[in-house]
């Protein structure tokens, strides 16, 4: 099993940028497809992206395509999530997930661990 602890939220200013960290624990962290996803007050839980395990592709969702990277370091058991040109929409608890599945990989329910989430407010 794998265990997920998130970190780097904070307050930052529109157009602003932040890195969330994923520090991730496990036998097999390589072999995990490791997703982003984030939930506003009321809201559901959106996907943000994923980083895959088979070949190390990432897929993001078109509300951030083009200002979120994701990507990996194996060595170090962490995920990142880099966050450029933040807008107040932006705003919401962000949470990574582990997952052993190799499809409906925007799908919550696919995702077997889940770390505690990491509050991003962007300000106007």
């Known amino acids: 099993q794998v265990q997920l602890v998130e970190s780097g939220g904070g307050l930052v200013q529109a157009g602003g940028s932040l890195r969330l960290s994923c520090a991730a624990s496990?036998?097999?962290?390589?072999?995990?497809?490791m997703g982003w996803f984030r939930q506003a007050p009321g809201k559901e839980r959106e996907f943000v992206g994923y980083i895959s395990q088979s070949d190390g592709s990432t897929y993001s969702a078109d509300s951030v395509k083009g200002r979120f990277t994701i990507y990996r370091d194996n060595a170090k058991n962490t995920v990142y999530l880099q966050m450029n040109s933040l807008k107040p929409e932006d705003t919401a608890v962000f949470y990574c997930?582990?997952?052993?599945?190799?499809?409906?990989?925007?799908?919550?329910?696919?995702?077997?661990?889940w770390g505690q989430g990491t509050q991003v407010t962007v300000s106007s």
């Open positions: 997930a582990a997952t052993t599945k190799t499809y409906l990989l925007t799908r919550t329910y696919v995702y077997d661990y």
């Open positions: 496990g036998r097999t962290f390589s072999t995990y497809t």
